[in-house]
């Protein structure tokens, strides 16, 4: 009988052990899950923000282009208007 007990005991304690060893295991996981999250988010912020610098530039530079091709098209048109009268 106590060589039973024994063995019963055992096996209590060794699922007990078993048992809250996962739990702390998963709580390693759930950080380093959440680290790896963070890690991802700030990758991702950076790439936005770069994109976004990125596309500002690009606005700007165009915004110039477009008001250069508009002062150039309205001389042109001004020209074309003195031209027309002129021959009246």
């Known amino acids: 009988?106590?060589?039973r007990y024994c063995m019963t005991a055992c096996a209590a304690a060794a699922a007990l052990l078993v048992a809250g060893i996962p739990s702390a295991k998963e709580e390693g996981v759930?950080?380093?899950a959440r680290k790896a999250g963070r890690a991802a988010g700030s990758a991702a912020?950076?790439?936005?923000?770069?994109?976004k610098k990125a596309g500002k530039e690009i606005g700007?530079?165009?915004?110039?282009?477009g008001q250069a091709v508009g002062?150039?098209?309205k001389e042109?048109?001004?020209?074309f208007k003195r031209?027309?009268?002129?021959?009246k």
């Open 45 to 51: 912020r950076e790439v936005w923000q770069g994109a």
């Open 83 to 87: 031209a027309f009268k002129g021959e």
């Open 76 to 79: 042109g048109s001004q020209e």
């Open 71 to 73: 002062g150039a098209a």
């Open 30 to 32: 759930k950080e380093d």
């Open 1 to 3: 009988m106590k060589i």
């Open 60 to 65: 700007h530079e165009a915004k110039k282009a």
